[in-house]
């Protein structure tokens, strides 16, 4: 049974039976309907608690196109930031995770395999050069990024930070 259209006339006798049957096909309905509500409730209660565990979270623009320190202010100090990082030319790909002592970096290249590292987290090689740079320092506001170029590097992406 569903929905009934159309206007009734005026003293029809299904007009009662009409609205009757209407209302028990949308309880049917709601009532298989309530208990995925209650499971996506519970999903997503259970969500936000997980996301709040977590603490602050930042996502930021990252970028450096010479040797030297960069601070990122966020507002809090971060357990761990995440870094996805591409070369200026585009010709590699890569991601990282550093919790400023630890400093971890998996990268593709178009033109080789890929490679890691656990000397730094951030790595952008291009045809010109290179980018690495790591988290050498955190603090109430945020972190610090030493960056290293060796040639003519730049590295771009962002960062999450949690």
């Known amino acids: 049974m569903g929905w009934r259209a159309g206007k009734p006339a005026y003293g029809d006798k299904s007009v ?52 030297g320190d960069q601070t990122y202010d966020i507002g809090f100090e971060p357990k761990v930031v995440l870094f996805f990082i591409q070369s200026k030319d585009l010709e590699q790909f890569s991601i990282g995770v550093d919790d400023g002592t630890l400093h971890r970096e998996l990268n593709s290249s178009a033109t080789g395999p890929y490679s890691w590292s656990q000397a730094y987290s951030i790595q952008a090689i291009s045809s010109t050069g290179s980018m690495r740079g790591l988290v050498s320092a955190k603090d109430a506001n945020g972190f610090t990024v030493t960056y290293t170029e060796t040639g003519t590097g730049s590295a771009q992406g962002f960062y999450l930070a949690i």
């Open 16 to 67: 009662s039976r009409d609205v009757r049957e209407n209302f028990e096909y949308l309880k049917t309905i709601t009532d298989g309907n309530l208990a995925d509500i209650a499971t996506n409730l519970a999903s997503i209660t259970a969500l936000q608690a997980a996301v709040g565990a977590l603490g602050n979270v930042a996502i930021g623009n990252i970028g450096a196109s010479s040797s």
